[in-house]
């Protein structure tokens, strides 16, 4: 921890007491964790966004504390909570002296500028907007954000996976997979779950493993799944920071997203960490996290009836490729460690004081 006794604010969806699993959330209380360990709990100034509707009078309260207790403010907002923090962070920005330091969640930002032009002032106004693609921040200069710079994802894990150590896969065994996001249309599990009967149907013994939040409104849906997909099951959800451990015994993770601007998912971070290949959807942000027949397989993204010969593909693979494809992941995830982020986060918000 610094010793610094310096206050430092964050805005986001923190959830401390864990229950929302999604990728917004996990990622902001991974960068409270971080802020935490710099600063030291007591001087992080939060103002927790989780159900802010239902708690407007509460957050807007902590918003003010957190104004008048800090300069430097660390801010991560899915796109409702910009729409109503930016033009206050954006005051704050130009006539009280405060440095906002945008942490961008998702990989949308530069569609959604079509939508609120005004958010470009916004964002120009911020110190950084740090984005997890470096594609994003070529975008984003070209709708004339100026001041957007890289900073991958990340994730803490109280343990990586050692997959190099696991056995590899035994003949006449099923293939493992499993899915590790949200559970919901757009995310594809329903492709993922038919794609695994499929195979069966075809000869090609594999089973499918479903983490994550169900979604209210896939719940039906869902249910529907399990019950029509017997090679099909669902395991709840896993803390964040146990989740490569989790992911580490299966075969390939599979990413069947149908989100273009999907950004760096938490998931995919997960499978690296764990040494797993990942057979995704090629969204908008892919070549920057993975490579075909290096790291896993992709499929053009809009055809999910390309997974089934994906997931046979892999599963034609000798145990050499299939290892090959583990180290890759292994050297993949170093890029994503908190050690790289962090050092980025605080050269910046400490050298503004230097």
Known sequence: MNS??????????????????DGQT????????????????ENVVTVDTLDYRHRALAVMANFARCLVSCSDIVVSLAINGRRVFFPLLSFASRFMGKRVYHNLIGGSLANDLDKYPKWVNYLNSFQVNWVESRDLVDMLAEKGVTNAEYLPNFKYFDQTAGALKAPMHAAGEPFSFCTFSRVTEQKGVGDAARAVESLNAEGLACVLDVYGPVDSVYKTDFEHVLAECPHVKYKGCVPPEQSALAVAPYDALLFPTKWKTEGIPGTIIDALAAGVPVIAARWQYYAEMLEDNVTGL?????????????MAKFMQLDNHQRMAMRKSCLSRFMAYTP??????????IEGIHR
């Open 298 to 310: 992709g499929y053009e993204l809009g055809d999910n009836s390309l997974l089934v010969s994906e």
């Open 4 to 21: 610094t006794s310096k206050k430092i604010g964050l805005i986001g969806r923190i959830d401390p007491d864990q229950i929302m699993f």
């Open 339 to 348: 050690e790289v982020v962090s050092s980025q986060i605080f050269d910046e």
């Open 26 to 41: 996990v990622k902001t209380r991974m960068t409270y964790r971080m802020l935490c360990e710099h600063y030291g709990a």
